[in-house]
């Protein structure tokens, strides 16, 4: 049953075009584009700090924006209350959500690693296992941040709370631009964000170093802060 409705989850995420286009492509654009392209301060080769941070933007994109505009729109269709009167256990349609978001997330990495080495990547090979660790953490993390959004607003609301958020965390994260690089105090708030976590927890680790305690700390803080709301205020319908 978990395995089926894994599948069926990641079938309907893919086959979103709209979905796909937050998921896959715009990193992939920005990747390319913030490697190649002159702009801003970065030391050469430009895609050692590009790829990490686009890495997490792709797990926010998948892990919290796709699961929150999905579960919004499952909820408003009475998708989510029918499989709940099936057979299914409620942790199997759980489970397979998260499942195939971190599907989703090993896909997305391995496109746009491959992309990356294409560009002059070369991260330390030591830090390979852990940034697999700092990923599923960082999907968790933003995972239940998309429940909660996504499981107790409006669907359309939840579209525009989502792609706000989304926007926000790309920005104030240091994702689009270094966190050093931002005013001072988006800088200092940076760090503290998910999205500026995740971003230097990856950074590290493609570096060869050990993830920065604080980051993981930052990323687990979210990740239970976001679940302990979102099982209290997750409907249904």
């Known amino acids: 049953m978990l395995l089926a409705q894994t599948r069926t989850e990641i079938s309907l995420t893919l086959r979103h075009p709209e979905q796909t286009l937050l998921t896959l ?54 998708v989510i209350k029918r499989l709940t009167a099936t057979a299914l256990p409620r942790w199997v349609l759980i489970a397979g959500r998260v499942l195939a978001a971190l599907s989703v997330v090993a896909l997305q990495t391995v496109v746009l690693s491959a992309t990356a080495f294409a560009l002059g990547w070369h991260p330390s090979p030591s830090g390979a296992l852990p940034g697999v660790l700092v990923l599923v953490l960082g999907t968790l993390a933003f ?44 800088s200092a ?23 920065p305690v604080s980051s993981l700390f930052v990323l687990l803080g979210w990740g239970v802060l976001a679940g302990g709301l979102a099982i209290r205020t997750t409907r249904v319908s």
């Open 25 to 78: 492509l715009i990193p992939l654009v920005l990747l390319v584009g913030l490697s190649t392209l002159e702009l801003g301060m970065l030391a050469p080769p430009r895609v050692d700090s590009v790829a990490p941070r686009i890495l997490a933007l792709a797990v926010m994109s998948t892990a919290f924006t796709g699961q929150a505009i999905a579960l919004g729109f499952d909820r408003r269709y009475g």
């Open 143 to 186: 995972g239940a941040g998309g429940v909660l959004v996504g499981g107790a607003l409006r669907a359309e609301i939840v579209l525009a709370v989502a792609n706000t958020v989304w926007f926000l965390l790309l920005m104030g994260g240091g994702l689009a631009v270094p966190a050093r690089h931002l005013p001072g105090p988006m």
């Open 189 to 211: 708030v940076a760090d503290y964000l998910p999205s500026g976590a995740l971003a230097r927890a990856l950074t590290a680790c493609a570096a060869g170093d050990a993830a």
